[in-house]
Nanobody
């Protein structure tokens, strides 16, 4: 089993930055693909970004491309999401997820483990 705990969310003004962290425990996720998703009130969960186990491959949703950067530290079993130039429409609960696939899936059904989420609120 893998437990994921997100942190780093909060309230920020538009144009600001936040860095989310996702700490894994219970089993090393060194070989897992890790992803970030988000869900705004009344909306479906949306793919944000994903990174493969070696950090050699990343992928981003169109709405965050060029503003967000995903990275990972396998020695610390942690994944990060650096979010810059934040917009009010980025407001959502952000979830970290892990998948044992070797690909970099963008659909939530491909991920087997999920964190509880961290709230990000961007004010205008």
């Amino acid at each position: 089993q893998v437990q994921l705990v997100e942190s780093g969310g909060g309230l920020v003004q538009a144009g600001g930055s936040l860095r989310l962290s996702c700490a894994a425990s219970g089993r090393t996720v060194r070989r897992y693909t890790m992803g970030w998703f988000r869900q705004a009130p009344g909306k479906e969960r949306e793919f944000v970004s994903t990174i493969n186990w070696s950090a050699g491959r990343t992928y981003y949703g169109d709405s965050v491309k060029g503003r967000f950067t995903i990275s990972r530290d396998n020695a610390k079993n942690t994944v990060f999401l650096q979010m810059n130039s934040l917009k009010p429409e980025d407001t959502a609960v952000y979830y970290c997820a892990a998948s044992d696939t070797i690909t970099i899936p963008t659909t939530d059904s491909a991920y087997h483990y999920w964190g509880q989420g961290t709230q990000v609120t961007v004010s205008s």
